[in-house]
């Protein structure tokens, strides 16, 4: 099947960290036999723009074609405003990149388009999927139903796209719950998680931690860029603050825009991944952390709380909570007593999935 692949966001060539759920997706599509085309609409904007968001750097320079994967992304530009004070203009901007877009695929016109991420480029594939009379599925990571849904202006185009859309597809049971609340009716919906494999050369069973109780040293992971306001980077900081009163010496790594081979490293010699988000899909790093063999401490966010140990989820997150919930995964004893990633996490799970889903609106067509 031919798929084009509409996405807000996929690795730059000067920030591989922004979107590899995205290019995870167009691998796993193109290992199931699938030829995959990926555009990457990008908004226009300065380079000092670049600082209101970590998601956004890479943005301003970043070329209107590039590989990535093998895969040759096309990026064209659309005007987008800050907070969205006028989104009918972001959605007349970025339905117009269809000339740009028909001209870069020459003859090549897709059997069905995914977009990852609804808002603004969710417009775009509904324009395209009705231009060449083709299904869409729309995918949601999170933003589009957390924040989305009850903005005051791109609420009701959000709300429109989950109902018009073909399928829609949520990442965690949470989510599509969420939307259920807020009274959204897709045509068709899924849940289908982003899934978690491991290299070899990472790949690690989960060891006790070893070393003299609250006078050693430990290594925290804060698997986030601490600049994004919804991680929560300063109840990370007070959490390890309470672990020194404790006695512990703390040190505490942050994540930005690293490769993911450097961020495995991280995660590998890290005594504790913490996570303390307000809201999350995932996390993604939570499942990375346990297959690189390092304990999760996580608020009650996302999906963890169907794979890690209650001890290790916190729901009313508190420095003092978290800290004791550091502390009981370093004392517990891992190999005695794995976490094991349900095989709904796995790729040969989310393959069959997203086969069944292709297939079924094939033969609806």
Known sequence: MRVLLVTLFHPLPTNAARGTFVADHAQLLRDLGHDVRIVNPLPRMLQYM???????????????????????????????????????LTSRSVRNRRKAIESWLGTWRPDH????????VGELAKSLAKRWKVPWTGVVHGHDVDVGLDH???????????????????????????????????????????????DDEWARPMKP????????????????????????????????EILEK????????????????????????????LITSHRESGPLVARESILC??????TNVGDVGTYLPDSLVIDEATPERLADACESALETNWIENPITLPHEFSQ??????????????????
């Open 348 to 365: 040969e799970s989310v393959s069959r999935q997203w086969s069944s889903l292709l297939q079924g609106l094939q033969e609806e067509e």
């Open 293 to 298: 063999g390092t304990p999760v401490v996580s």
């Open 152 to 198: 005051s202006t791109i609420g009701k185009r959000i709300r429109t796209m989950m109902e018009s859309a073909d399928s829609m597809v949520f990442v965690s049971e949470g989510l599509k719950q969420s939307a259920q609340q807020r009274n959204v009716s897709p045509k068709v919906s899924y849940v289908i998680p982003c899934h978690s494999e491991m």
């Open 246 to 273: 404790r006695g512990w010496i703390v040190g505490m790594t942050t994540l930005k825009q690293q490769p993911r081979s450097i961020v495995w490293d991280r995660m590998i010699v890290a005594d504790v991944t």
């Open 50 to 88: 670049e600082q209101r968001r970590s998601t956004l750097t890479g943005v301003a320079k970043a070329p209107k074609k590039f590989e990535h994967n093998e895969f040759e992304i096309l990026s064209p530009r659309f005007i987008a405003l800050s907070d969205h004070p006028y989104p009918s």
């Open 113 to 120: 388009i995914i977009c990852h991420t609804l808002w603004p």
């Open 209 to 240: 931690w070893k070393g003299r109780w609250r006078r050693e040293a430990i290594d925290v992971l804060f698997p986030s860029d601490s600049r994004r306001p919804e991680k929560n980077h300063l109840l990370a900081l007070q959490t390890g």
